[in-house]
């Protein structure tokens, strides 16, 4: 028998601020899907006219994703989301240049999706690894990515915007310091994607990750843009989809979603940033004025646009979420892909924060559904909460 929930959640709506986690699938992107999953279900690759219609819809989302990235369709790869683009990307180009350098260059607030596929070429290939600091803030340095740079040094990977803390990098920068270096650069762009301009003909970024779920498509699709010329090796083989590319039926349907999301996306990134950034700041100045002992993660200007990310003395970052999703309030930590660890989050580390601080964070981050009203409520909450945790505390009783 389903849990009935807390009065506080029946008396309330349930508020939503997870979103870099992912985001719901918007009515058009679903809409777009409908077609291929219930009437045209036929696998793209056939040659019947119901298979090269389900082909002339998948053609026209990559022309789609192109014009929006700025890209060629034919450098557009289909995949099934941020997580395999990355390790196509790092694995791929690791493989294909083995024998120019054994050496990668990367930093210390990656997703894990490329530092563990970077750990798995340490592991089993000797592959050395640089990793690169960031500032206090949260923001690497372009000339400490140069310096790291050898004479073996086969890739540089780089996410564009952090996804616990917001802090977007200065990718054209580091894009024009490889291109000189003749480095290959991978970009995540996972939480970039539909937030940020992305012009990839005015920055030269050789491989770029996304994800659909990111930006108000479906789960389960992404892609990876891998600019002509580029040395690079599939990661999946065994059927010539993708221009032998990456093996495996095309997931139709996902990508005609991802492809309408994005397009909405992109035309209503102007007004849906402007939005964002005032309940954004709404949060990074309202929280750490009505609670005492807040620190705020992130450097103030270089983020997101909806990302507020917060350490509060005194407080556990698990009973912090049970509380909130007590109280209907559905945020997180970090990561979603690594929520259900007690680790400290390794990026909170890499900003110099105790292990104290790094596990009592809290991450908001905002979508086109949340309003001025949920998020004073949100601050209600969170502030009755922390007072109640903090006075149970071992450390408050003076024990």
């Excluded at 989301?81 to 990307?89: D, I, L, P, R």
């Excluded at 086109?368 to 909460?385: A, C, I, S």
Aim: charged share 20%; aromatic share 4%.
């Amino acid at each position: 028998m389903a849990k009935s929930l807390p009065l506080e959640c029946i008396m309330n709506e349930l508020i939503y601020v997870d979103h870099a986690a992912t985001t719901p699938l918007r009515t058009e992107a679903r809409a777009a899907m409908e077609p291929f999953l219930a009437d045209n279900y036929a696998n793209p690759s056939s040659v019947y006219r119901m298979a090269q219609t389900a082909r002339s819809a998948l053609d026209e989302a990559r022309d789609t994703i192109a014009q929006c990235l700025g890209t060629q369709p034919s450098e557009l790869v289909f995949t099934s989301g941020g997580t395999e683009s990355n390790n196509a990307a790092i694995k791929g180009v690791a493989l294909a240049r083995r024998d120019a350098g054994r050496h990668i260059v990367t930093t210390a607030i990656e997703h894990h999706a490329v530092l563990h596929p970077i750990e798995e070429l340490q592991e089993l290939f000797g592959v050395e690894v640089t990793i690169v600091p960031v500032s206090e803030s949260g923001i690497v340095d372009p000339d400490d990515i140069g310096r790291a740079i050898r004479p073996d040094t086969m890739l540089v990977s780089v996410m564009w915007a952090n996804n616990e803390i917001g802090t977007i990098q200065p990718i054209p920068d580091i894009a024009e310091l490889a291109r000189v270096r003749g480095i290959v650069l991978h970009v995540d762009a996972v939480q970039a994607a539909g937030v940020l301009p992305i012009d990839l003909r005015s920055v030269p970024i050789d491989l770029l990750s996304l994800s659909a779920h990111k930006f108000y498509g479906p789960k389960g699709t992404g892609a990876l843009f891998v600019r002509r010329g580029t040395i690079w090796w599939p990661l999946l083989t065994g059927g010539g989809q993708e221009r032998n590319r990456r093996a495996g039926t095309e997931n139709v349907a996902g990508i005609v979603g991802m492809a309408r999301a994005l397009e909405l996306a992109c035309a209503e990134r102007e007004l849906t940033v402007h939005r964002l950034q005032e309940l954004r700041d709404y949060l990074l100045d309202t929280i750490p004025a009505r609670i005492p002992k807040t620190r705020v993660n992130g450097d103030a200007r270089q983020r997101l646009p909806h990302n507020a990310n917060f350490s509060f003395e005194g407080v556990h970052g698990e009973s912090l979420l049970v509380g909130l999703d007590l109280a209907g309030i559905m945020a997180s930590s970090g990561s979603a892909c690594t929520s259900g660890t007690l680790e400290p989050s390794h990026v909170l580390q890499a900003l110099g924060l105790p292990d104290r601080l790094a596990q009592a964070s809290l991450r908001i981050t905002l979508g086109k559904g949340n309003t001025r009203p949920q998020l004073e409520r949100t601050v209600d909450v969170l502030e009755r909460l922390i007072t109640r945790l903090r006075s149970l505390s071992p450390a408050a009783r003076g024990a």
